[in-house]
């Protein structure tokens, strides 16, 4: 059977514009592929009230143990302005050793070299023992809620055994090989709103300014020292992202007051601890102020390491051959599907140089993309040795 062509694959899978949470028919097309190497595939679109519904995929190729699984997502982040593409970004051309569209970077090209580095290892070992599996999403850059969340659950109820999966996100900063990503922080979004009393800026004693507790409790979040770090993550870090106060008059003290805030935490906390400790605050400092709060929390996800083992070695001496680079063990950066995949299975991330995703002309290199493919293929050889 013929190998089938990374490049070639990369772009017919980057036609399709997948802006989350749209399909535009980029599952049913990867499905076709995937039968044709003989896996059988299940298409699963899981609904949601108040959220779109979204389609997935789970294809397996084998019936035994061990399970190594490869996940990823075929959405994509909306272009903005296309005028400030040089090409049509769903319309991908190669140009200066490059291959540009969207979703050229994060993830299409990663997922069209996990398909050809498949194809090219059934080539060379037609009766390998143990399984192949795709878990592909159409919910990663969106909502999350039906997307790899609700792929996990299902694969739960049909006692779906993974033994292994390496998420391709792009995880090196500059260069291919640079770094396998083992865990990632857990992320915490607060709302935060401030009642006062609403009243005349002559007459201050007449009303309560919402925006003096407000400023109050965000300068107190600023300063809590959450922790120093660990040997495998970065210290707890929050930054406030939004202040605003919904007043049309200058001479006009407000009733309200809000802001929003988000936590990238390390495994010494969940987002429960975290919750308790902000509470306290907010609660002191509305009694002082005589003011009341609401608070709405958003947990993206809990922080995770993923204990290293002989197939994290292994994935690390594989991206060194190929690279000439021994890449780092890593927790930076934001969270991925893996926080979902965690549940049923270890694993890592591998995948491009993540410098231009999301951006104008998303782009990546010829060379990465051969040589990724190279780095895919030779895992599978390995694990399945």
Known sequence: MKSLNELQLAKELIKFPSITPVDAGVMKFLEKKLKKLGFKTKILEFKEKNFKPVKNLYARLGTKGPNFCYAGHLDVVPPGNIKDWTID???????????????ANDMKSSIASFVSAVSKFLNENKN?????????????EGDAINGTKKVVEYLKK??????????????????????????????????????????????????????????????????????????????????????????????????????????????????NSIKKKLNKIFSKMSKKNKSKYEIKYKVSGEAFLTKTNKTTFMVQNVVKKITKIMPKLSTTGGTSDL????????????????????KVDEAVSLKDLKNLTKIYQNILQNYFK
């Open 89 to 103: 970004p769903f319309r991908p051309s190669v140009k200066k050793g490059h291959l540009i569209g969207r979703g």
């Open 128 to 140: 390998f023992k143990g399984s192949i599996s795709l878990l592909i999403t159409g919910d990663e």
């Open 158 to 271: 049909k006692r779906e055994r993974i033994n292994f999966c390496l998420v391709g996100e792009p995880t090196n900063p500059n260069k291919l090989g640079e770094m396998i990503k083992i865990g990632r922080r857990g992320s915490l979004t607060g709302r935060l709103k401030i009642f006062g009393l609403q009243g005349h800026v002559a007459y201050p004693h007449r009303a309560n300014n919402p925006s003096t507790t407000i400023v109050e409790i965000l300068k107190l979040l600023k300063e809590i020292r959450f922790d120093k770090g660990t040997k495998d993550f970065q210290p707890t870090n929050l930054e406030v992202t939004k202040i605003s106060i919904d007043n049309k008059a200058d001479n006009v003290i407000p009733g309200t007051a809000e802001a929003t805030f988000n936590i990238r935490f390390n495994n010494k906390h969940s987002s």
């Open 339 to 358: 926080r979902f995949i965690k549940e049923i299975s270890p694993g890592l991330e591998f995948g491009l140089v993540g410098k231009t995703m999301h």
